[in-house]
């Protein structure tokens, strides 16, 4: 990734600096705050780098052990850039809106993609052409809808291990559900929200379209990253495994062959000429003594 002096320079051209007014601000983001510039306070962006960075190497991480990040963005300048970079590695997402226990009622929410997906094999194998065309409709129609809310969720079969916020303040839903539930929560944290309510919070602006694309961009590729290098440790180990799996059969076929040498030699020494023939039974030639004369 690029070093702090380029990403800083990003993030200012990005206007990730930029908060809100003054009068709209959380006390407890004072240490995150540089300046104030004509009544809108100034984020500090090299907190923003080292919290970035931070948030970065963490979801790094959780990608390689294999394990999901939600991503969670509701606010309209968020909803596509936010879709299209957990798509591109893989992560679920909501970012039409979420849906009240979509954490903590997970086992409902697993029933309702469940219905979607019947219905969208019924839709395409042919089920559904016994229907009346009313009936096809709305069921078409139901499954728009419930593709809207869940589609992006359809293929997670268990919790999350992470959510990715942006704008703790408007998801403050799906924050409470992931405290509940002791989800670890990473989250964009403009100069209105309180950073404490996160556990990796990332000082910037949620606002503008620029500031989430840069900041959303650099953790995909961090979660990019871990992936790739899961794929590698994988490989590698199915590598020393079939390794590991010649070398024991090599082996093996080396103890057989060394036994099966042995048994030839023993069974060599063994047949000697006549050593295993039966023994020819001489006649005594002794005359009977008595009286036979």
């Avoid at 979420?98 to 309702?112: A, C, D, I, P, Y």
């Avoid at 293929?155 to 291990?161: G, H, V």
Wanted: aromatic share 4%.
């Amino acid at each position: 990734m690029e070093n702090n002096t380029s990403l800083q320079q990003q993030l200012l051209e990005a206007g990730v600096h930029f908060g809100h007014l003054k009068k709209k601000w959380n006390p407890k983001m004072l240490p995150y705050i540089y300046a104030e510039k004509k009544g809108i306070h100034i984020i500090d962006l090299n907190k923003t780098v080292d919290h970035l960075q931070e948030t970065a190497a963490a979801m790094k991480q959780i990608a390689k052990n294999g394990k999901k990040i939600m991503f969670v963005a509701t606010k309209k300048q968020a909803k596509e850039i936010v879709a299209e970079c957990a798509k591109r590695v893989n992560m679920p997402f909501a970012t039409e809106r979420w849906l009240g226990g979509m954490l903590t009622n997970f086992n409902t929410v697993r029933k309702s993609v469940k219905k979607m997906q019947s219905i969208e094999k019924m839709l395409n194998d042919g089920s559904a052409d016994s229907l009346t065309k009313k009936e096809r409709l709305t069921l078409s129609r139901d499954k728009e809808k419930m593709e809207k809310v869940l589609g992006g969720i359809a293929q997670m079969s268990r919790l999350p291990a992470a959510l990715f916020l942006v704008d703790i303040g408007v998801e403050h839903i799906a924050l409470a559900e992931a405290k509940r539930l002791g989800i670890t929560t990473f989250g964009m944290v403009d100069t209105n929200c309180d950073p404490n309510k996160v556990d990796f919070p990332i000082p910037a602006n949620d606002d503008a379209t620029k500031s989430i694309a840069i900041i959303t961009n650099y953790l995909t590729a961090a979660i990019a990253e871990g992936l790739a290098e899961r794929q590698a440790n994988k490989e590698e180990e199915d590598t020393n495994d079939d390794a590991n799996e010649l070398e024991a059969k090599a082996r093996r076929l080396e103890a057989e062959a060394q036994s099966e040498a042995a048994r030839t030699r023993k069974g060599g020494r063994g047949a000697e000429p006549g050593a295993g023939a039966p023994k020819r039974r001489v006649p005594n030639s002794r005359r009977p003594t008595g009286g036979g004369r």
